[in-house]
């Protein structure tokens, strides 16, 4: 199962945060935005992508997220 959720991130110790969490998981994590996207696995690009407002993050289709999700909660834009 894929996950697409919106996110927010607002400080490079967020950005740190975010990218130590999807280092944990095997499957790809990507961030996504009007500019480009990438791999959640690198800190440079999340925090360059993450500057703007549209930005979600996206998971393969075959990811078991329900653990990634529960770790995410609080970049999470509902």
Do not use: C
């Amino acid at each position: 199962m894929s996950m697409t959720v919106g996110i927010k991130i607002t400080t490079s110790e967020q950005a740190l945060r975010l990218n130590r969490i999807a280092e944990k998981y095997p499957y790809d994590i990507w961030v996504h935005a009007r500019s480009g996207q990438a791999d959640a696995k690198s800190t440079l690009g999340i925090m360059l992508l993450t500057i703007e407002n549209d930005v979600k993050l996206v998971t393969s289709d075959d990811a078991d997220t329900a653990e990634l999700e529960k770790e995410i909660e609080e970049f999470i834009v509902r």
